[in-house]
Nanobody
């Protein structure tokens, strides 16, 4: 079992920044990758960024490239999403997802809301 908990969401004006955190606990030794996904109202869930826990591989979606960055702190078992130059269209619930060996579905956090006002 793995537990994930996101934090750092909130209300920010367009052009502002936020840093999301996702802390993993439990059987974290089985985690090999972690992802940030988001889902806006009436929209499909979108993969925003991904990282391997060894830090060797990262992915940033084209829609946020150049504005968002992802990192993982092994010492703190925490994944971060630094979001700069936020746009109204970044408004969404942001979810943390962990990929584990032997567990195709992985685990999800409860999500954190990001709202960007114009």
């Amino acid at each position: 079992q793995v537990q994930l908990l996101e934090s750092g969401g909130g209300l920010v004006q367009a052009g502002g920044f936020l840093r999301l955190s996702c802390v993993a606990s439990g059987d974290i030794s089985s985690i090999y990758g972690m992802n940030w996904l988001r889902q806006g109202s009436g929209k499909e869930r979108e993969l925003v960024a991904a990282i391997s826990t060894n830090g060797e591989s990262t992915y940033i979606a084209d829609s946020v490239k150049g504005r968002f960055s992802i990192s993982y702190d092994n010492a703190k078992n925490t994944m971060y999403l630094q979001m700069n130059s936020l746009k109204v269209e970044d408004t969404a619930a942001y979810y943390c997802h962990a990929e584990l060996f032997g567990n195709p579905g992985g685990y999800w956090g409860p999500g954190t809301q990001v709202t960007v006002s114009s």
